[in-house]
């Protein structure tokens, strides 16, 4: 399907993107065996492998996502037995760690990684820029300026007040 102009907004058009590449990552995993595992795991065993157990709140600012996010993946992990969750020394605090499971499985995944980066270097071939570095503008401005301020700032947004 061709990204043209169009009524799709950039929410729709950038879901869109990430469900076509996530969804191609996914049947490439179920190819090499790794049913269980989603594109979505991948950051948190990148994270565990360099860090060491880490406790959500950590992980997840690891991985620049929300707590809430972090956890519902952290649970799907701890479900599929890639995971392992113990209490820390706060009462509230989860501590998560790699499983001798997804351990076994670490050459499967790095290899699922190694190809993942070769083809996107190559897709970024393809481009008149860099994907990575046009997410990467993307994000910084949207922390120098929420998205939601710059609705707010709109026209649009002073008249419904």
Do not use: C, N
């Not at 970024?124 to 990467?136: G, N």
């Amino acid at each position: 399907m061709a990204m043209t102009s169009g009524p799709e907004g950039l929410g729709t058009r950038m879901r869109h993107v990430l469900e076509v590449l996530d969804g191609d990552v996914a049947r490439f995993l179920a190819d090499i065996g790794l049913d269980d595992y989603r594109p979505r795991y991948s950051p948190v065993v990148r994270a565990l492998l360099a860090r060491g157990p880490l406790a959500i709140r950590d992980l997840a600012a690891e991985m620049r996502v929300t707590h809430s996010a972090a956890s519902q993946t952290v649970a799907q992990m701890d479900r599929a037995g890639l995971v392992r969750l113990e209490p820390g020394a706060d009462a509230r605090q989860r501590i998560v760690s790699l499983t001798a499971k997804a351990r076994d499985l670490l050459p499967l995944i790095e290899a699922e990684w190694t190809a993942t980066t070769e083809a996107t270097e190559a897709l970024e071939a393809e481009l008149p820029y860099s994907l990575r570095a046009l997410l990467d503008a993307i994000a910084e401005a949207l922390e120098r300026k929420p998205f939601r301020q710059r609705i707010e700032e709109t026209a649009a947004a002073r008249e419904l007040r």
